[in-house]
């Protein structure tokens, strides 16, 4: 198993400001992934967090608004910068020790923009 | 894309019923997942199904896999309050690299 460690839990923030989420993982993993959760719907992929390089991010989500860092194998940072009310929702970090292996999930961060 | 689908999206009984959730999806897969979620929480992985298997057991949960029909279900037998929760398949697709596409849920109560 891996135990992830996901902070901060929530926060409100106000518009056009950011906020950091940091994932750190008990022990070295291949895959680290940060998903979405919008209120009361389901889970949507933001990018793949990959260890010292640029993280690949999939339709619909770039840099600019969601940059990634993966220093190493155990830690993740997401942030979602100048916030609006939209991105209100559940942020989740997952990792896998390898491919095609089951997702373990940190316990999410809930985001209020106001 | 989202590929999964799931029904029903909600589903309530009684305390040692059967729950049997459905989930569909469109691609290839190498393997597909069901996942739990409490009050909008982290997710807790319940069973993987590979495509080469049929059906696998897990305790009280039992997946079949259908690759012909690309669906799978999930049945919960002699279900507890305490499996009131959010269930959600989540499939792998060949390409995706371990890029999981998550159905839209189904919101299960189980009531005492």
């Known amino acids: 198993s891996a135990v992830i460690s996901q902070k901060p839990s929530r926060d409100i923030c106000q518009r056009g400001t950011s906020l950091t989420i940091q994932c750190q993982v008990d022990s070295q993993v291949t895959m680290m992934f940060w998903y979405r959760q919008q209120p009361g719907q389901s889970l949507t992929l933001i990018a793949t967090?990959?260890?010292?390089?640029?993280?690949?991010?999939e339709s619909g989500f770039v840099i600019d608004k969601f940059p990634i860092s993966r220093p190493n194998l155990t830690f993740s940072t997401l942030t979602v910068s100048n916030l609006s009310p939209e991105d209100s929702s559940i942020y989740l970090c997952?990792?896998?020790?390898?491919?095609?292996?089951?997702?373990?999930f940190g316990s999410g961060t809930q985001l209020s923009v106001l | 894309s989202q590929q999964g689908e799931e029904d029903p999206q909600a589903l309530s009984i009684q305390e040692g019923e059967n729950a049997t959730m459905n989930c569909s999806y469109k691609t290839s897969i190498n393997n597909l997942q069901w996942y739990r979620q409490n009050s909008g929480r982290g997710l807790v992985h319940l069973i993987l199904i590979r495509s080469n298997e049929r059906e696998k057991h897990s305790g009280r949960l039992r997946v079949t896999l259908d690759t012909s029909k690309k669906s799978s279900s999930l049945l919960i037998t002699a279900s507890r309050a305490a499996d009131t929760a959010s269930y959600f398949c989540?499939?792998?697709?060949?390409?995706?690299?371990?890029?999981?596409?998550f159905g839209e849920g189904t919101q299960l109560t189980v009531n005492p």
């Open positions: 967090a990959n260890q010292g390089s640029e993280a690949t991010y």
């Open positions: 997952s990792v896998a020790r390898d491919r095609g292996e089951k997702l373990f």
């Open positions: 989540a499939t792998d697709g060949e390409t995706s690299g371990s890029r999981l596409t």
